[in-house]
């Protein structure tokens, strides 16, 4: 089993940044061979993916949020980052962290799930 934990969501205003954190941890889990990701899910939406990285360090982001979110990983520390800036209203969502073996981009089909962390863009 993979546990991962989100970090730093809370409320900014628009135009703020903010950066999320999540921790990876398991009796299996070797954080460097996995491909991790950032989705979120706002009211009434459907979850979407946001930023996907691989072993590599090659990313992927949805168009909504290229040149705004910088997603980054740090294995030393089994840490996956999503530095987001010039935040507007519509990322107001729950952003869940999410990780598997097999690269899946900004697809839904990754195995283990972080339990979600709040981020409210307010105007």
């Known amino acids: 089993q993979v546990q991962l934990v989100e970090s730093g969501g809370g409320s900014v205003q628009a135009g703020g940044s903010l950066r999320l954190s999540c921790v990876g941890s398991?009796?299996?889990?070797?954080?460097?061979?996995?491909?991790m990701a950032w989705f979120r899910q706002a009211p009434g939406k459907r979850r979407e993916g946001v930023a996907a990285i691989d072993p590599n360090g090659v990313t992927a982001y949805a168009d909504s949020v290229k040149g705004r979110f910088t997603i980054s990983r740090d294995n030393a520390k089994n840490t996956l980052y999503l530095q987001m800036s010039s935040l507007k209203l519509d990322d107001t969502a729950i952003y869940y962290c999410a990780a598997d073996r097999i690269w899946r981009y900004l697809y839904e089909g990754y195995q283990y799930w972080g339990q979600g962390i709040q981020v409210t863009v307010s105007s």
């Open positions: 398991g009796d299996t889990y070797t954080y460097r061979t996995y491909s």
